[in-house]
């Protein structure tokens, strides 16, 4: 069985100012699935931005994306697994972020507060496969960025929190096998002193607890 998809994206900027700008988009998918049941989906995205100066903004946006159930659990030939009926799996996406530098010590910070909301998500049921689960998440992420003439860091870092879930694999607040915090630092140092453009980078990274698909807890849950 074949499917074919066709994707059509329009955007549009005003400068309210110098200061204030209004960023916003519309995307249209129409997808012709193997059965009659073919996607027609309208995805909006917007953002509105201030930049009081070049060295400092801040942007709020919103974006809705989608992603089709996959295939093989739209066609599968067993019928215990296979649902022809799916719908597109979806998330709304809302965030605040902003960007500062400062240029005298070389340094810029990214840092971004977002709230996710996905629905139609695709999971296992006695019946079968079926859009059941849903799950929202909110969080921070952040960049700091140095950049020297011989030596570069870059730090990143993620929080993120589940607030709510419906038929997800989750247990005390946690969703299983994703941390809640991730830090990732890389340092890059030119070795001038020997010669030019000869660098070494050096990477160290961390990770939160998390649960695990096997485990007691998970056994306990499913069993009570």
């Known amino acids: 069985d074949k499917e074919s998809s066709f994707s059509f994206f329009g955007q549009l900027k005003h400068y309210f100012s110098k200061k204030f700008i209004l960023n916003g988009g519309l995307r249209y998918d129409y997808k012709k699935r193997y059965t009659s049941k073919n996607l027609k989906i309208v995805s909006p995205r917007f953002s509105v ?20 159930a996959p ?24 965030q605040i972020s902003s960007s500062v530098e ?32 849903s ?13 020297g003439k011989h030596l570069n860091v870059n730090i990143n870092g993620s929080y993120q929190k589940l607030a709510k879930s419906t038929n997800f694999l989750e ?4 969703i299983y096998a994703v941390p809640e915090v991730m830090i990732n630092t890389i340092v890059s140092r030119e070795l001038n002193f020997l010669t030019k453009n000869l660098w070494i980078y050096a990477k160290a990274s961390y990770k939160s607890k998390q649960k695990g698909l096997i485990s007691n807890n998970f056994v306990y849950k499913i069993n009570n």
């Open 49 to 68: 931005i201030y930049l009081p100066s070049s060295l400092f903004n801040i942007k709020a946006s919103y974006s809705h994306s989608f992603v089709d």
């Open 71 to 94: 295939y093989f659990y739209r066609a599968s030939q067993y019928v215990y697994l296979g649902n022809e009926n799916l719908d597109a799996q979806n998330m709304d996406n809302y």
């Open 102 to 133: 400062f240029p005298e010590l070389h340094l810029k910070y990214d840092g971004n507060i977002f709230y996710n909301h996905s629905g139609n998500v695709v999971m296992m049921t006695p019946n079968g496969y079926d859009n059941t689960g």
């Open 135 to 147: 799950m929202d998440i909110y969080g921070l992420e952040n960049i700091v960025t140095y950049s």
């Open 171 to 174: 247990y005390a607040g946690m």
